[in-house]
């Protein structure tokens, strides 16, 4: 398929710029070959079937947007956000003006942090070591919030909002977003109807937000981003399996691990670390996941192009354009939809 077969018209005004009350989002329910229903995310226990497998990505978002101050003759701060972390002290990172940043530098955020340029890559980017304490750069630091979410300038309050209320493992450059709808209250529910609630982690990266910018989709490869599965967790996941019990994954990066993961164990569930760059389009064919929530996503994204392949591309074209009609919310802060898998 071509780029442009994912492509829709979305009104700005449905783009969400502010975040809702945590577990009052609509919530579309889309099961291929029945009508779409609405709801409520609030009810979102109640959509789950009580053998049902719930699986969270508990990946934590740093404030990974951090601003430098000017060298030399600049009269504007240098922006930095980082994409990828090395080891404890070292990242990679975009840089902007990257022109006027070079190996060897040292940049300065507060008088505890700095950061010494190690490298600069013929792409532009650059690799800083952090010398001083993390929660300066905790502190310091803003969450990289997407391009369509216009803030004159950033506000604390989003390093709350811009966080799951499950966030676990730091390491994340944006948020896991379908998980933002959840409340404590809401994940109590879930747990009171005996339905297994299983943490996975995947470092949300580059990876998953990287355009497409070539129409023949065979021709765009996918950043990696590590995840980790726990002893715990695969064995929930391979008692899954052997009983027949469907998988609901919270979010696309859920998604990404476990059809990593199990194809990584030919069929079964290994506990570890690993990397995957696994790029999911129509055709692909789904051996982990049954179920998924998963919020509204950008044209001609590579996240639009996973739902479509999970629950068939004349699926989501519909659910979106009534979406649209209806007036749902749009993107990271905006509304969710529970989807079946066509294979389901």
């Not at 979102?44 to 003759?73: C, M």
Request: proline share 6%.
């Amino acid at each position: 398929m071509k780029r442009t077969d994912f492509a829709y018209d979305l009104p700005r005004e449905l783009i969400a710029q502010e975040p809702r009350p945590r577990g009052q989002s609509r919530m579309m329910v889309v099961t291929p070959g029945e009508p779409i229903e609405h709801d409520s995310f609030a009810n979102f226990p109640n959509r789950l079937g009580a053998s049902d497998v719930l699986v969270i990505n508990d990946t934590r978002v740093i404030p990974a947007r951090l601003y430098a101050e000017p060298k030399g003759q600049m009269k504007n701060r240098i922006e930095l956000l980082l994409t990828r972390q090395l080891d404890d002290q070292m990242w990679e990172a975009w840089c902007k003006p990257a022109k006027r940043v070079k190996a060897g530098d040292q940049l300065r955020f507060s008088p505890i942090l700095t950061a010494a340029v190690m490298a600069k890559r013929d792409d532009g980017t650059i690799v800083v070591r952090f010398e001083g304490p993390h929660e300066e750069l905790e502190r310091v630091g803003v969450p990289p919030l997407p391009p369509y979410i216009a803030r004159e300038t950033p506000r604390e309050s989003d390093k709350e909002s811009y966080q799951t209320v499950y966030a676990a493992e730091r390491g994340a450059i944006a948020a896991p977003t379908a998980g933002l709808h959840f409340t404590r209250e809401i994940l109590d529910a879930v747990a009171a109807r005996g339905i297994d609630v299983v943490r996975i982690t995947l470092h949300v990266g580059l990876g998953t937000f990287k355009p497409v910018k070539v129409d023949d989709l065979a021709e765009h490869r996918m950043d990696s981003e590590r995840y980790t599965i726990s002893a715990e967790a695969a064995a929930t996941l391979n008692r899954a399996l052997d009983d027949k019990r469907p998988i609901v994954a919270v979010g696309t990066t859920s998604v990404r691990t476990l059809e990593s993961a199990i194809r990584a164990g030919e069929g079964r569930f290994v506990a570890g670390s690993a990397e995957t760059s696994i790029f999911i389009t129509p055709g692909f064919e789904f051996r982990a996941v049954d179920k998924l929530l998963t919020n509204f996503h950008l044209p001609e994204s590579t996240l639009i192009m996973l739902v479509s392949a999970f629950a068939g591309v004349e699926t989501i074209r519909n659910a979106y354009a009534t979406a649209i009609a209806e007036k749902y919310s749009f993107y990271s802060y905006g509304d969710c939809m529970l989807l079946t898998s066509t294979s389901s």
